[in-house]
């Protein structure tokens, strides 16, 4: 497990610094938010459509690892390429870079069941040991792009994301995974719609996914609102590393908090708890007066947070068979990607566009928290779950 941890720590590393690296050149180059947030879009975007063609092509592959090893040189390739091209053509490198995204995450641990057999490790702790990476990389992204940015260049720190994505390429196909067996595959396109009706009729699956992407889509609002909230407290956008950093800094300590009794609990419930109890940590974000006591119910909401995601890959592991883990993972990842892109883009309309104050945003965003969790309980009901009618 320790050469997938560091070749997909790596990976994932480039990846969070994308989002800042982008911005910072966007902006170093001209200056336009309406440019910075196309190039963002093209990068997260293509993932909605591309994640269950990619997971079904990692289950097909007899070597998966050579498709994760031509992500990375793809966001390599792409980053150089963002150095090179004009400013208004940056949206098409970016674009190209976001359709293989899905590997970064969900294809990586797609591989993680079949490491941890292969070196008789315990799934439950390779699992959390996953998601921890998860946390770590984005504490570690973006902070290191902004510090890249500022006291170099924003050029450096796109050229470091390519660095990092070679160095990444070559400990990943040093991995040595167990090769899918050499029976007989469906067609590709069968293969997606095996995936996709697993994933849609499997009833905890369903509900763990529902509840996930729906709480990760309304998290994308607090994305852009953090920042003219931070304003308003007087702290500065500046400030909007900070609180994120501090917020995974929960992720983490609650993760170490319940990694030991995860394996006990029901995974999809876990994700309607923790979901639940992320909206109710927000609504205490607007009672916050300044900076320093921001950051402590940050902390308090990267605790709420942090089991979220080991238990959403739980569930994956758990009701998913072998031969669709990888389309499961990587469509999950991308409609994780899909939904905070959309709610994103809603956060930065609702403050900037119809006039919405900040801390009117954060309450949305807990109102659809607490409403994803009951949403995704619903969902996870079977059939003779259900009263029957007289």
Same mark, same amino acid.
């Given at each position: 497990?320790?050469?997938?941890?560091?070749?997909? &720590?790596?990976?994932?590393?480039? #990846?969070?610094?994308?989002?800042?690296?982008?911005?910072?050149?966007?902006?170093?180059?001209?200056?336009?938010?309406?440019?910075?947030?196309?190039?963002?879009?093209?990068?997260?975007?293509?993932?909605?459509?591309?994640?269950?063609?990619?997971?079904?092509?990692?289950?097909?592959?007899?070597?998966?690892?050579?498709?994760?090893?031509?992500?990375?040189?793809?966001?390599?390739?792409?980053?150089?390429?963002?150095?090179?091209?004009? $400013?208004?053509?940056?949206?098409?490198? =970016?674009?190209?870079? *976001?359709?293989?995204?899905?590997?970064?995450?969900?294809?990586?641990?797609?591989?993680?069941?079949?490491?941890?057999?292969?070196?008789?490790?315990?799934?439950?702790?390779?699992?959390?040991?996953?998601?921890?990476?998860?946390?770590?990389? $984005?504490? &570690?992204?973006?902070?290191? $792009?902004?510090?890249?940015?500022?006291?170099?260049?924003?050029?450096?720190?796109?050229?470091?994301?390519?660095?990092?994505?070679?160095?990444?390429?070559?400990?990943?196909?040093?991995?040595? /995974?167990?090769?899918?067996?050499? #029976? =007989?595959?469906? @067609?590709?396109?069968? $293969?997606?719609?095996?995936?996709?009706?697993?994933?849609?009729?499997?009833?905890?699956?369903?509900?763990?996914?529902?509840?996930?992407?729906?709480?990760?889509?309304?998290?994308?609002? +607090?994305?852009?609102?953090?920042?003219?909230?931070? %304003?308003?407290?007087?702290? *500065?956008? #500046?400030?909007?590393?900070?609180?994120?950093?501090?917020? %995974?800094?929960?992720?983490?300590?609650?993760?170490? =908090?319940?990694?030991?009794?995860?394996?006990?609990?029901?995974?999809?419930? +876990?994700?309607?708890?923790?979901?639940?109890?992320?909206?109710?940590?927000?609504?205490?974000?607007?009672?916050? &007066?300044?900076?320093?006591?921001?950051?402590?119910?940050?902390?308090?909401?990267?605790? =709420?947070? *942090?089991?979220?995601?080991?238990?959403? !890959?739980?569930?994956?592991?758990?009701?998913?068979?072998?031969?669709?883990?990888?389309?499961? @993972?990587?469509?999950?990842?991308?409609?994780? !990607?899909?939904?905070? @892109?959309?709610?994103?883009?809603?956060?930065?309309?609702?403050? %900037?566009?119809?006039?919405?104050?900040?801390?009117?945003?954060?309450?949305?965003?807990?109102?659809?928290?607490? /409403?994803?969790?009951?949403?995704?309980? !619903?969902?996870?009901?079977?059939?003779?779950?259900?009263?029957?009618?007289?």
């Amino acid at each position: 497990m320790t050469r997938y941890l560091l070749s997909a &720590g790596l990976a994932r590393l480039a #990846d969070e610094m994308v989002g800042v690296a982008v911005l910072l050149l966007v902006a170093s180059r001209t200056g336009s938010e309406l440019l910075s947030g196309l190039v963002v879009a093209a990068y997260t975007v293509p993932s909605v459509v591309s994640g269950p063609l990619l997971g079904a092509w990692l289950d097909r592959a007899r070597r998966p690892v050579l498709l994760l090893v031509g992500n990375q040189v793809v966001l390599a390739a792409m980053a150089l390429a963002m150095l090179a091209a004009p $400013a208004a053509l940056l949206p098409a490198p =970016a674009f190209v870079a *976001g359709v293989t995204l899905p590997m970064t995450s969900g294809g990586f641990t797609s591989l993680v069941p079949r490491l941890a057999a292969a070196g008789r490790v315990d799934l439950n702790r390779a699992t959390s040991q996953d998601a921890l990476l998860f946390n770590a990389a $984005a504490i &570690g992204g973006p902070a290191l $792009a902004g510090v890249l940015g500022a006291t170099a260049s924003p050029a450096t720190a796109v050229a470091v994301i390519g660095a990092l994505s070679l160095v990444g390429a070559l400990c990943t196909a040093a991995l040595r /995974v167990p090769p899918h067996p050499a #029976d =007989a595959h469906p @067609s590709l396109w069968t $293969a997606v719609r095996r995936g996709l009706r697993h994933l849609a009729v499997t009833p905890p699956l369903r509900g763990a996914t529902t509840a996930s992407v729906l709480g990760y889509g309304a998290s994308g609002l +607090v994305f852009t609102t953090l920042p003219f909230h931070l %304003e308003d407290l007087g702290a *500065g956008r #500046d400030a909007t590393g900070i609180a994120w950093a501090v917020l %995974e800094v929960g992720c983490v300590v609650g993760v170490l =908090a319940v990694r030991r009794r995860l394996p006990g609990w029901r995974p999809e419930r +876990v994700v309607f708890t923790t979901v639940a109890l992320y909206g109710v940590t927000l609504l205490l974000w607007p009672l916050a &007066g300044g900076f320093t006591a921001l950051l402590g119910v940050v902390l308090l909401s990267g605790l =709420a947070q *942090g089991p979220t995601l080991p238990a959403t !890959i739980t569930a994956r592991q758990r009701y998913t068979p072998g031969p669709l883990l990888g389309q499961v @993972s990587t469509t999950g990842a991308s409609l994780k !990607i899909g939904a905070f @892109s959309l709610g994103a883009a809603a956060g930065g309309t609702l403050v %900037e566009v119809w006039g919405w104050a900040p801390v009117s945003v954060i309450l949305l965003v807990a109102g659809c928290e607490l /409403v994803a969790a009951p949403l995704g309980a !619903i969902a996870a009901r079977s059939p003779r779950d259900r009263p029957a009618t007289p």
